[in-house]
C-alpha cells in the first residue's frame, strides 16, 4: 500500500511559478512510475506528466511541454512537478498518481495508476 500527499498549490498570477511536491509512504516508492494529472471543474482527470521510476525518462502533455518538469528524488520519496509560466487555463486541482510494477515504461492514462493523492489546488490569476 502507497499513501501519497501533495502539497505546494495555491494562487499565483498568470506568467509565475509553483513547485508541486509528492511524497509517498512505502519502501518500494523507487519501483513505481510515477504521474501528475489535473482536473478543472466540468472537466475529466487530464494528464500533465509522468516519470518512470528510474526517472530516466519522461513524457508531457502538449498544453505543458516547456513549462512544466517532472522529476522525482527516490531517496526521499518524492516526486516533484516544477510550473513555469502559468497561464489561467493551468488552473485545476492537481493529483499525483504511482503505478506498481511499472518497467520501465510510461502511463499517460489514469487508469493505468494504482495510488492516488487527495490533490492540491493550483489556481492561476490573469
Known amino acids: 500500500q502507497v499513501q501519497l500527499v501533495e502539497s505546494g498549490g495555491g494562487l499565483v498570477q498568470a506568467g509565475g511559478s509553483l513547485r508541486l511536491s509528492c511524497a509517498a509512504s512505502?519502501?518500494?516508492?523507487?519501483?513505481?512510475?510515477m504521474g501528475w494529472f489535473r482536473q478543472a471543474p466540468g472537466k475529466e482527470r487530464a494528464f500533465v506528466a509522468a516519470?518512470?521510476?528510474?526517472?530516466?525518462?519522461?513524457s508531457y502533455a502538449n498544453s505543458v511541454k516547456g513549462r512544466f518538469t517532472i522529476s522525482r528524488d527516490n531517496a526521499k520519496n518524492t516526486v516533484y512537478l516544477q510550473m513555469n509560466s502559468l497561464k489561467p487555463e493551468d488552473t485545476a486541482v492537481y493529483y499525483c498518481?504511482?503505478?506498481?510494477?511499472?518497467?520501465?515504461?510510461?502511463?499517460?492514462?489514469?487508469?493505468?495508476?494504482?495510488?492516488w493523492g487527495q490533490g492540491t489546488q493550483v489556481t492561476v490569476s490573469s
Open positions: 516519470i518512470t521510476w528510474s526517472g530516466r525518462s519522461t
Open positions: 498518481a504511482a503505478k506498481a510494477y511499472s518497467g520501465g515504461a510510461i502511463y499517460p492514462s489514469p487508469n493505468e495508476y494504482n495510488y
Open positions: 512505502g519502501r518500494t516508492f523507487s519501483s513505481y512510475a
